[in-house]
């Protein structure tokens, strides 16, 4: 059974930058696309960004396509999301996901393995 493990979010400034990563704990990742998805305060979770299992494709949401970059290293089994141009906007718990079955990343509703977040603050 594949586990994810987040880490990097922490507070940084307006304009800052942070990089996520997001590592398989059991075994290698390239079965699963990858997904970056936000929860931010009274609000729903959201997809930010998603890669495919050999990271030939990419997407990202609007608000985050000329700030944010999304990577992977199957060898490594970690995906990245490297943020820059952070705003008050970004502040957010960070998930990453997988989705199996050779599925497009943006089936943003077909995530079937997750991890248990990262906070992200953005603030002055």
């Known amino acids: 059974q594949y586990k994810l493990v987040e880490s990097g979010g922490g507070s940084v400034q307006p304009g800052g930058s942070l990089r996520l990563s997001c590592v398989a704990s059991?075994?290698?990742?390239?079965?699963?696309?990858i997904g970056w998805f936000r929860q931010a305060p009274g609000k729903e979770r959201e997809g930010v960004s998603c890669?495919?299992?050999?990271?030939?494709?990419?997407n990202y949401a609007e608000d985050v396509k000329d700030r944010f970059v999304i990577s992977r290293d199957n060898a490594k089994s970690t995906v990245y999301l490297q943020m820059n141009g952070l705003t008050p906007e970004d502040t957010a718990v960070y998930f990453c996901?997988?989705?199996?079955?050779?599925?497009?990343?943006?089936?943003?509703?077909?995530?079937?393995?997750w991890g248990q977040g990262t906070q992200v603050t953005v603030s002055a």
């Open positions: 996901a997988g989705i199996s079955g050779f599925r497009r990343c943006t089936i943003w509703n077909g995530y079937d393995l």
């Open positions: 059991e075994s290698t990742l390239d079965s699963y696309a």
């Open positions: 890669i495919s299992r050999l990271g030939g494709t990419t």
